[in-house]
C-alpha cells in the first residue's frame, strides 16, 4: 500500500515521466510485485501508524475562541443542554419514583404535596423557575425550529428576531409560571 501510494505520488508530481513510460511501453519504469499476506498486513500496519503521527502534527481546527459570539450559536447550545437536562431529569425522577420504596422512603402524591407545602414560599418561587425555565425555553425555541423546518423566517433578521422573542418568551413564561 505504501508503494502504491509513493508511485501514485511521483506520477502526480512528475506527469511528464509517466506520460514517457506509457509511450515507451508499460513495463520500463513500474515494478510489479506479489507480496505475501505478512508483508501486506505490515505495510497496512505501517501506513495506519504513519496516518496516525501525520494527525498529530495537524493544526488544530478553529475552535469558539476564534468566532464573535452570537446569539445563534448560544441558544442552540442552550436548546442542547436543556434537551439534556430535561431528559436525564425524566429518567431519574422516573428511576427515583420506582425505587425509594424499596427503600422505604414514601413516594405518593400527598407525600409530595405535604413536603412541597412545607417549604417557604422563596423556596418554592426559586424551585419553580429552576424547573421552569429549561421547558418554557426548550418548548420556544422548538417551535422556532418548526417554523424554520416549514421554511419560514430563515433570512438573518427573522433569526435573530425570532432569537430574541425566544429568549424574551422563556424569561416571562418562567416568571410566570413560577409566580403560579
Request: hydrophobic share 50%; net charge positive.
Amino acid at each position: 500500500m505504501l508503494a502504491t501510494r509513493s508511485i501514485l505520488k511521483t506520477v502526480a508530481q512528475n506527469p511528464v515521466l509517466f506520460r514517457n513510460t506509457l509511450a515507451t511501453g508499460p513495463s520500463i519504469g513500474v515494478r510489479h510485485f506479489n507480496a505475501s499476506r505478512k508483508a501486506q498486513e505490515q505495510c497496512a500496519a505501517a501506513e495506519s501508524e504513519l496516518l496516525r503521527q501525520q494527525r498529530k502534527l495537524r493544526p488544530v481546527s478553529p475552535h469558539l475562541a476564534i468566532y464573535q459570539p452570537q446569539i445563534t450559536w448560544y441558544l442552540s447550545g442552550l436548546h442542547r443542554v436543556t434537551g439534556v437536562a430535561l431528559g436525564g431529569a425524566f429518567y431519574l425522577g422516573g428511576l427515583a419514583y420506582l425505587a425509594l420504596p424499596a427503600f422505604g422512603v414514601t413516594v405518593d402524591t400527598a407525600s409530595i404535596i405535604s413536603t412541597l407545602a412545607a417549604a417557604p414560599v422563596a423556596a418554592k418561587v426559586v424551585a419553580k423557575t429552576t424547573i421552569a425555565f429549561p421547558f418554557v425555553f426548550h418548548c420556544l425555541n422548538g417551535v422556532r425550529h418548526l417554523v424554520w423546518d416549514a421554511t419560514k423566517m430563515l433570512n438573518i433578521k427573522d433569526v435573530y428576531r425570532s432569537g430574541y422573542m425566544v429568549i424574551g418568551g422563556t424569561i416571562v413564561g418562567s416568571l410566570a409560571l413560577a409566580f403560579m
